[in-house]
């Protein structure tokens, strides 16, 4: 069993910047990579970000690149998401995922219980 808990998001001004925490806690083995996702109203959920465990390798998707970093704390378990530059667009929920080693899943496999992001213009 793992759980995660997000924490931080809230109201922000459009241009301004958040920081997005997810803390690991349980059995969570190895990670092979962490991720954060999100779904805005009316939309399907995407993938925002992830991070590879070992050697921090990361991911963005094309509409983040340049303003999102997504960062891990190995010694806490933890993985951040610094916001900048925020846009009406980036208002959504957002969860992060682990992806688990030997944990029978293919992929993410755990989820927070999200955060919601609201961007104002």
């Known amino acids: 069993q793992v759980q995660l808990v997000e924490s931080g998001g809230g109201l922000v001004q459009a241009g301004g910047s958040t920081r997005l925490s997810c803390a690991a806690s349980?059995?969570?083995?190895?990670?092979?990579?962490m991720a954060w996702f999100r779904q805005a109203p009316g939309k399907e959920r995407e993938l925002v970000a992830s991070?590879?465990?070992?050697?921090?390798?990361?991911d963005y998707a094309d509409s983040v690149k340049g303003r999102f970093t997504i960062s891990r704390d190995t010694a806490k378990n933890t993985v951040y998401l610094q916001m900048n530059s925020l846009q009406s667009e980036d208002t959504a929920v957002y969860y992060c995922a682990a992806d688990l080693l030997g944990d029978g899943k293919i992929d993410y496999g755990y989820w927070g219980q999200g955060t919601q992001v609201t961007v104002s213009s």
């Open positions: 991070i590879r465990w070992s050697g921090g390798t990361t």
């Open positions: 349980g059995r969570t083995g190895r990670f092979v990579k």
